[in-house]
């Protein structure tokens, strides 16, 4: 998953993930060394270097994948909306007829339930806080969780709908026709051209 934080501590972080590559490719003594390389060739302006890279791959991964593979892409992205409340890569060639269901099983109902309790903790120190600059800050990001939460339940249903549907596709077909199968006259994908 592509998330503007941290939610899960195992492989659907896209943060894990690369972690984890670097780990295997370069060896644990390095990793944090390739991720601060990383974080400064792409450049991104963040708190420290995973948030910048964690806020590339939210925003603009997607749009690199798309111009490296000439708008067909071989990743697909899963997008609820424009609050991004739910972002999940899915490589075009592993995908089968229950993909959908698995998404919205381990993916996204998970999230829901993470935004919940972050909203819940967030009003718990919106309560407690006495500083306005910090009631600020609280009540924009209560704000802005609840904005993503409210937009993977209308993208739930979608998905569920689309998953009933157990689409098969055909990688003979190409990109442009699959994409368009997949989403079964819906968006729950981000655009490809």
């Known amino acids: 998953m592509?998330?503007?934080?941290?939610?899960?501590?195992?492989?659907?972080?896209?943060?894990?993930?690369?972690?984890?590559?670097?780990?295997?490719?370069?060896?644990?003594?390095?990793?944090?060394?390739n991720l601060k390389y990383i974080a400064s060739v792409i450049g991104k302006k963040a708190d420290n270097d995973e948030a910048s890279i964690r806020r590339y791959f939210v925003e603009d991964f997607f749009k690199d994948h798309k111009q490296i593979y000439q708008k067909r892409p071989i990743y697909w992205e899963f997008s609820s909306g424009k609050a991004n409340g739910f972002k999940a890569l899915m490589y075009l060639h592993r995908y089968d007829e229950e993909e959908l269901a698995m998404i919205r099983a381990n993916?996204?109902?998970?999230?829901?339930?993470?935004?919940e309790i972050q909203i819940d903790q967030?009003?718990?120190?919106?309560?407690?806080?006495?500083?306005?600059?910090?009631?600020?800050?609280?009540?924009?990001e209560i704000a802005h969780v609840t904005k993503q939460l409210s937009e993977i339940k209308k993208y739930d249903v979608v998905i569920q709908h689309i998953a009933n549907e157990?689409?098969?596709?055909?990688?003979?077909?190409?990109?442009?026709?699959?994409?368009?199968?997949?989403?079964?006259?819906?968006?729950?994908?981000?655009k490809y051209n």
């Not at 492989?11 to 370069?26: G, Y």
């Not at 993916?107 to 935004?115: R, V």
């Not at 120190?125 to 910090?134: A, D, I, M, R």
């Open 107 to 115: 993916y996204l109902h998970p999230l829901q339930g993470k935004y």
């Open 2 to 33: 592509l998330n503007d934080k941290k939610y899960f501590d195992d492989k659907r972080d896209i943060m894990n993930r690369l972690r984890e590559f670097l780990t295997v490719t370069f060896g644990e003594s390095t990793v944090d060394d």
């Open 166 to 190: 157990k689409i098969t596709l055909d990688l003979d077909d190409g990109v442009v026709v699959n994409y368009e199968k997949l989403q079964d006259g819906e968006k729950i994908l981000s």
């Open 122 to 140: 967030l009003n718990q120190l919106l309560e407690s806080e006495s500083v306005t600059k910090e009631k600020k800050k609280l009540e924009r």
